[in-house]
């Protein structure tokens, strides 16, 4: 259960400052920096509970999500999914740590939430082990990006910034949805630890 708490800690974060006055500016600034650094510890823990002597996945767990399609939330880790867990958690209490800049102002408490949530999403990106759960996460990241750069940007034309990077990375995506629609209806699973094993034809892997 370590990387499913992992995921949702910061979400539980970003709960407790939606319910938060947002006048109460010292109480956001320096809560949200405590709970950034306690993910943080979290991540180190879960450096301490790796092997880097195995090359499976690890600390795998698998939640039923959509049974009668045999797709599944499979969380596990690897080496590089690993470090990138623990420079995720490393930067966030870094970006919290900004929300103290006066050029914030009254917007700490939805910069710090828009914040979190990223984080969790983005550990469920690392950790994914299902390919459509993946792409879904992946995609998801796009909303708290939206947000921190289109109303936190530091230039004038950051709304149009937001706009062309949710709409470049939405519109290129689709190819790696299409593919991922491809590989399940020509397999059956989108579970990688499974199709890492399965070999398609060549043209097929080619354009996947």
């Avoid at 929300?99 to 700490?108: E, Q, T």
Wanted: proline share 2%; glycine share 4%; charged share 10%.
């Amino acid at each position: 259960m370590m990387l499913s708490f992992l995921t949702i800690a910061p979400l539980l974060g970003a709960v407790i400052l939606f319910f938060t006055d947002k006048t109460n500016k010292s109480f956001v600034k320096n809560f949200s920096l405590f709970w950034s650094l306690l993910v943080f510890y979290l991540t180190i823990f879960l450096l301490i509970l790796f092997d880097p002597t195995s090359t499976q996945f690890q600390l795998i767990e698998e939640i039923s999500w959509l049974s009668f399609s045999n797709m599944n939330v499979t969380l596990g880790i690897d080496g590089l999914s690993l470090f990138m867990i623990l420079l995720t958690g490393f930067l966030i209490p870094i970006c919290v740590m900004l929300s103290w800049n006066p050029s914030i102002g009254n917007k700490a408490k939805e910069y710090n939430i828009a914040f979190f949530v990223l984080e969790s999403i983005l550990f469920g990106v690392f950790t994914s082990l299902d390919i459509m759960l993946f792409y879904l996460l992946f995609e998801a990241v796009l909303i708290p990006m939206y947000i921190v750069i289109g109303v936190y940007g530091s230039r004038e034309r950051k709304i149009r910034a937001s706009y062309l990077l949710f709409l470049y990375t939405l519109v290129s995506s689709i190819f790696m949805f299409v593919a991922i629609l491809y590989i399940y209806f020509k397999t059956g699973t989108t579970d990688y630890q499974l199709l890492k094993n399965i070999q398609l034809d060549l043209y097929a892997e080619r354009l996947c």
